[in-house]
């Protein structure tokens, strides 16, 4: 086969790929919106904003009195309100980020599909058990890289060595 009819299947390719994207391509409808806005507030996708607050606020707090214990307590317990203001306040941005998100990843009936399941008894475990699966999830995988960081540490100077690198 020649280098020129092998570029002529790589372009026949690209433009079959290229029509089957735009074939399965769909517009963002008023149905499809209202699913995801109702899919967002089912799982509750919108309020890890409020628990991303929370933990901004005792951040915030912490490092205040750290770096400034001159300011009063009674100050510093105004913060959480504050932080917690800003974020309902601007809820509607962050929805409006997240819809075209899900419009990406997911089709109207997936999002159906999604929403039907959210709505079964097992959709609501999930809904209730997922943020701690995340949150200790993310410790087994913190704890899991940290036990890797010596064989790490081994193969890249065994690698460096054999590359003639000095540590």
């Not at 607050?53 to 915030?60: D, E, G, V």
Request: glycine share 6%; hydrophobic share 45%.
């Amino acid at each position: 086969m020649t280098a020129m009819s092998l570029h002529k299947i790589f372009l026949m390719f690209l433009a079959l790929c290229i029509s089957c994207t735009a074939a399965n391509a769909e517009d963002l409808t008023r149905e499809k919106r209202a699913d995801i806005e109702r899919l967002l507030t089912m799982t509750g996708s919108l309020s890890l904003g409020k628990q991303m607050a929370s933990a901004i606020t005792a951040n915030l707090a912490q490092n205040l009195k750290q770096t400034r214990p001159d300011i009063p307590d009674k100050v510093l317990e105004l913060l959480p309100g504050e932080v917690m203001a800003t974020f309902e306040e601007n809820m509607d941005s962050l929805k409006d980020e997240m819809i075209p998100l899900y419009h990406r990843h997911f089709s109207a009936a997936e999002i159906k599909g999604l929403i039907g399941f959210y709505s079964t008894d097992l959709g609501q475990k999930a809904i209730r058990t997922m943020p701690v699966l995340l949150q200790e999830g993310m410790l087994i995988g913190q704890r899991w890289g940290q036990s890797l960081s010596p064989k790490i540490r081994q193969r890249i100077g065994a690698k460096l060595k054999q590359q003639g690198v000095k540590l």
